[in-house]
């Protein structure tokens, strides 16, 4: 049974950092793109990060450009969302997914083009 679980998740000042993880169980995702997107309260599932299945590449929404970064450890099948500089904009629920298909070329930006999800974790930043 694959499972996708956060953590890191917590309550910040803004201007803060936390840094999220992602553990994967059940099959590696070695050959698969990773993403992490974010639900703010009254508004729709949006796409925050991705990184390719070697890491060696990133991609990032503009709103969270040059303030995150996104890592993944293949040896350990876990994805990193670093975030720096928060904002109280950047309050949400934070999930991380698995791209439905194997070394995509383009990354995923959508929520039909990922799979697997976790079951999220709350990122609450106080003015």
């Known amino acids: 049974q694959v499972q996708l679980v956060e953590s890191g998740g917590g309550l910040v000042q803004a201007g803060g950092s936390l840094r999220l993880s992602c553990a994967a169980s059940?099959?590696?995702?070695?050959?698969?793109?990773m993403g992490w997107f974010r639900q703010a309260p009254g508004k729709e599932r949006e796409f925050a990060a991705a990184?390719?299945?070697?890491?060696?590449?990133?991609y990032y929404a503009d709103s969270v450009k040059g303030r995150f970064t996104i890592s993944r450890d293949n040896a350990k099948n876990t994805v990193y969302l670093q975030m720096n500089s928060l904002k109280p904009e950047d309050t949400a629920v934070y999930y991380c997914a698995v791209d439905r298909q194997p070394q995509r070329i383009n990354f995923p930006t959508t929520r039909p083009q990922y799979d697997y999800w976790g079951q999220g974790t709350q990122v609450t930043v106080s003015s």
């Open positions: 990184i390719s299945w070697s890491g060696r590449r990133t």
């Open positions: 059940g099959r590696t995702f070695n050959n698969y793109n």
